[in-house]
């Protein structure tokens, strides 16, 4: 086996890791890192593709864990204005080159890092005022940037918090609506031309590991300090924006 491809494995099975443990209940940090980690070692488009059912497969695990726990009404707001996004990122997607994909990648990525770096600040600055079309408002970013990059998720964190929903249901509805949308994205990736299964064949055997890190993400979830599990995922997610800016 040739050293890339050693590193390509390594890589993919720390990602998948990442993922599970993510949906495990360590944090949307950890997911955010998969796609620009594999990034580095394989063309961002091509990222895309593979990491979408890996997330589907994960998202079983997440919506199986808080069934039925989800605010029906607040997904009916985020899906269907989701397809806005999804539409508008795969346009995107289909007329830039895998140049400029690669670091708009890292510009999204730099974002989310400095969203978690000043979350609480922001949060603390909005004075708020529920509108049903904040709602449909954050489905379409969170549908574009998760077409773009799977990182839907602070503008759906920003908008459950302002909620005041209970913490388990924000969970759950913010699992089900990834779940939903990673299936809807499924045509316009095929559309692109970015979902390609001989992809997952190359890792299918990596793939009991997404279960494995789901129970092992539970398990830590009492047991890590989470906030310094998150300072790590930071700090790997703003290294690997500056690789990816290269």
Do not use: C
Not at 2 to 29: C, D, M, P, R, W
Not at 31 to 56: I, N
Not at 114 to 135: C, D, K, N, S, V
Not at 169 to 190: D, Q, R
Request: a positive charge.
């Amino acid at each position: 086996m040739h050293e890339n491809q050693i590193t390509f494995y390594v890589i993919t099975a720390f990602v998948i890791f990442l993922i599970g443990v993510s949906k495990g209940g360590l944090g949307g940090a950890a997911g955010a890192a998969a796609t620009p980690l594999m990034a580095l070692v394989m063309p961002v488009e091509q990222v895309l593709g593979l990491m979408l059912p890996l997330l589907m497969m994960a998202d079983v695990f997440a919506v199986a864990s808080h069934w039925w726990r989800w605010d029906n009404r607040l997904l009916l707001l985020l899906v269907p204005a989701s397809l806005i996004g999804i539409t508008a990122g795969t346009a995107l997607l289909t007329t830039i080159s895998s140049d400029a994909l690669r670091k708009g990648l890292a510009v999204i990525v730099i974002l989310f890092v400095l969203y978690r770096l000043f979350e609480a600040r922001i949060q603390r600055a909005i004075t708020y005022q529920p509108r049903g079309w904040h709602g449909l408002l954050t489905g379409v970013a969170a549908g574009f940037t998760s077409t773009l990059a799977h990182t839907g998720g602070p503008p759906v964190a920003i908008y459950l918090l302002m909620q005041q929903v209970t913490p388990r249901v924000f969970v759950a509805t913010s699992a089900a609506f990834f779940a939903i949308i990673n299936w809807l994205k499924v045509p316009y990736y095929v559309y692109a031309g970015v979902l390609d299964l001989n992809q997952l064949r190359q890792v299918v055997w990596l793939l009991p590991l997404i279960p494995l890190s789901v129970l092992v993400g539970r398990w830590l979830s009492t047991r890590i300090d989470k906030k310094t599990f998150e300072r790590v995922i930071i700090v790997l997610l703003a290294a690997s924006a500056l690789l990816l800016l290269r």
